[in-house]
């Protein structure tokens, strides 16, 4: 889809919006411009878990592995790299490049 028929298709569907929809949609609009990672978060009706939900899970984890049922970060980036096409080799001068874009918080302090 090209951006003139996104905004085409985005103004037909504000025309025949509430008042009270089209206010929630400004809103929406300036947290997703001063936010545009952490915006869709707060509309999510996030609830928290409850400590026997943790438990739980964290049982059902234990059970995943006992029987073999996971996969290790070296194979984790193993399939990353070769989905995007990157050498492995190359991994020293990637954590370079997000470091010098997004220092550590520990080399931070």
């Not at 103004?11 to 997703?32: F, I, N």
């Not at 026997?52 to 234990?62: I, N, S, T, V, Y």
Request: charged content about 35%; cysteine-free.
């Amino acid at each position: 889809m090209t951006a003139i028929e996104l905004k085409t298709s985005i103004a037909a569907d504000l025309e025949q919006m509430s008042l009270e929809m089209l206010e929630s949609v400004s809103r929406y609009v300036k947290r997703l411009r001063m936010h545009p990672r952490a915006a869709h978060i707060e509309d999510e009706n996030l609830t928290p878990y409850t400590v026997e939900e943790l438990l739980e899970r964290a049982e059902k984890g234990r059970r995943e592995i006992a029987q073999g049922n996971y996969v290790t970060s070296e194979e984790m980036f193993r399939d990353l790299f070769e989905e995007f096409g990157l050498d492995p080799n190359d991994m020293k001068e990637i954590e370079r490049q997000v470091e010098k874009t997004e220092p550590l918080y520990a080399q931070a302090v």
